[in-house]
């Protein structure tokens, strides 16, 4: 996953792009038209699977916001589906430059369906392929449908809150952990004795007990009794990062 910028200085856009696993064939590229408004949103991680399916059979793809949208330039009241129309062209020729294909497929969702046959119709000589993912077939009932009452605004806030997590956590299992020691706290700043044994490597960070405080502390042999599992000094909890 390569995150860019295409596009124009004065009409900046930013775009992600995934490169095709190698293979003896032809370079193919595949350009991805996002939906707008509020179906963005429900719309970006089975964009972003799609990407990522395409890469592995062998597919170049880019997949873009439009100007006004997303982490592209502009304001939200400048994008309109003219310049729509502009962004997919300038996505076209970026995907061809960068994988080096003379033709591209264009696959849309939705709004992005119409933005794709709109731009096919025009750049017929460097599409291939078009692909059409449910498009708009009627304009007053799409319209309708975006005018959504301010409680799915918000569950559509918490759903793009919620996919940025799990990306994030995609992110962090593609890291290499099989050399990486287990760590007893986040910061090793105050080193780990390797002359002991076990839970008592990390002795340092055993600490008295507070005793005059806003409540009570709980004697550590109190607290290991309620455990299910311990080594006598620490909690035993099963794994959390699994190889």
Not at 7 to 24: C, D
Not at 67 to 73: L, Q
């Amino acid at each position: 996953m390569n995150p860019l910028f295409i596009g124009t200085a004065e009409r900046r856009l930013f775009g992600i792009y995934e490169p095709a696993v190698p293979s003896r064939g032809k370079p193919r590229a595949a350009v991805l038209c996002y939906p707008l408004g509020s179906e963005y949103i429900y719309a970006h991680r089975s964009m972003r699977q799609l990407a990522a399916r395409l890469a592995a059979a062998g597919y170049h793809t880019l997949r873009f916001d439009y100007f006004g949208t997303g982490d592209s330039a502009g304001e939200t009241q400048q994008a309109d589906l003219v310049g729509s129309n502009f962004d997919a062209a300038a996505a076209i020729e970026a995907l061809k430059d960068i994988a080096g294909t003379a033709k591209v497929a264009l696959i849309g969702l939705r709004a992005g369906a119409n933005i794709a046959v709109n731009v096919a119709s025009r750049h017929g000589s460097e599409v291939d392929a078009l692909v059409l993912w449910d498009p708009i077939v009627s304009g007053e009932q799409y319209v309708e449908s975006l005018q959504t009452p301010s409680g799915n605004e918000i569950g559509a806030h918490m759903l793009r809150d919620l996919n940025s997590i799990l990306e994030y956590i995609e992110r962090l299992s593609e890291l290499e952990t099989d050399k990486v020691a287990p760590m007893a706290q986040v910061s090793d700043r105050y080193g780990v004795d390797e002359s002991r044994q076990g839970s008592d490597r990390f002795a340092y960070a055993i600490r008295e007990d507070v005793k005059e405080g806003l409540r009570k502390s709980l004697p550590p042999d109190e607290a290991l009794k309620n455990a299910p599992d311990t080594d006598g000094t620490f909690f035993e909890v099963p794994k959390v990062i699994e190889r």
